[in-house]
């Protein structure tokens, strides 16, 4: 509890700096070009938060296609987590993770065991991590081929290095029983006999993940999916561009893609990597020859589909949780 509230300063002090960073940002790229850019794409917005659609339920079978199929909840109620968790990891500051959570949680009231959920968000962010790692290097190789800064090659190297190493020693923790050994060292620490249950719970989780991926044909779906899904992704990135006017490849609309869920995973302490997601583009967008002004209104069609389908989704998970609620005090 202590470590929370020390965590807290520095999540608002690192929001407050983000809000600072932007403004920075927007007053330096004209507040009236970038509306205009925004303005200039009419319906686009519903265009693509109607696009997004498909890659929330890409991602909603690879999360589902870990669970054994006797545990295995609908592809409509996997689409409905996925919306939830997705818009929870958008708009609440909470680390990027709280929607997995939440999703994990839903599961196990709808049927599949809580070792199994646990064990599925574990793989699921796993295999994730992975992808990431290799949507960096593709990203960094097409880049430096775009642009010629042959200068990007060392500190591409230095991420894609400690990416595949931070990758390869989460894998290695999960095969060797980390909710095991931290309930041990647990027990060590606060020398409580009244821990040795938490031990033997941390078998059956590890064993859960053991069993997860003992399933090839699980694994290899949820990865088939979570590539699938960077490219619609990018695609959605792509069309953004189209509809600002910007006539680019589709080749650009991968590397701002991979770049920009790199740099919101290492900002994951700032809330929604607000002022960091648009640098990141801005940045990236001037290698690329996007104007900071397109660049900058880019980022924000994104936020702006984040809060149509989020809101929403937000609100519907209120809802769903008051009808349970309701329906506690009954019985």
């Given amino acids: 509890m202590n470590h929370l509230r020390k965590i807290k300063p520095a999540v608002y002090i690192l929001g407050l700096g983000g809000i600072g960073l932007f403004t920075v940002l927007l007053i330096r790229e ?16 519903v265009g693509l938060s109607l696009y997004h659609l498909a890659q929330t339920l890409s991602d909603a079978a690879g999360w589902s296609a870990l669970f054994p199929r006797e545990f295995r909840i609908s592809l409509g109620k996997s689409f409905f987590l996925q919306w939830i968790g997705e818009s929870i990891n958008n708009l609440l500051p909470m680390g990027r993770v709280g929607g997995d959570v939440v999703m994990t949680r839903f599961a196990a009231i709808w049927g599949a065991p809580l070792k199994i959920g646990i064990g599925a968000m574990i793989v699921d962010i796993t295999i994730g991590v992975a992808i990431k790692v290799i949507l960096i290097v593709a990203a960094c190789i097409m880049l430096i081929a775009t642009t010629g800064r042959h200068e990007l090659i ?6 894609v290095v400690s990416g595949t190493l931070a990758a390869l020693g989460f894998y290695g923790v999960q095969r060797l029983g980390m909710f095991r050994w931290s309930a041990i060292l647990a027990s060590r620490i606060t020398k ?9 719970g941390g078998e059956s989780f590890d064993q859960a993940i053991s069993l997860i991926y003992a399933r090839r044909s699980g694994v290899a779906g949820c990865f088939f999916f979570w590539v699938l899904s960077w490219v619609l992704a990018s695609g959605e990135i ?11 490849t589709f080749t650009t609309g991968l590397i701002l893609e991979s770049a920009v869920r790199a740099i919101q995973g290492a900002a994951f302490l700032v809330p929604g990597a607000f002022g960091v997601q648009e640098g990141g583009y801005i940045l990236l967008g001037g290698l690329l020859g996007i104007p900071g002004e397109i660049a900058l209104a880019l980022s924000l069609l994104r936020r702006m589909r984040e809060l149509a389908l989020g809101i929403p989704a937000l609100i519907s998970w209120q809802i769903v949780e008051a009808v349970r609620l309701a329906r506690r005090k009954v019985r």
Avoid at 31 to 40: D, L, M, P, T
Avoid at 192 to 200: C, I, K, Q, R, T
């Fill in 30 to 45: 004209g507040v009236g070009q970038v509306g205009s850019a925004i303005a200039r794409t009419g319906w686009g917005l």
């Fill in 154 to 159: 060392q500190p591409a190297l230095v991420t």
């Fill in 192 to 200: 409580s006999p009244e821990l040795n249950a938490l031990v033997e």
């Fill in 238 to 248: 792509w069309l953004a561009l189209l509809a600002l006017g910007v006539h680019t």
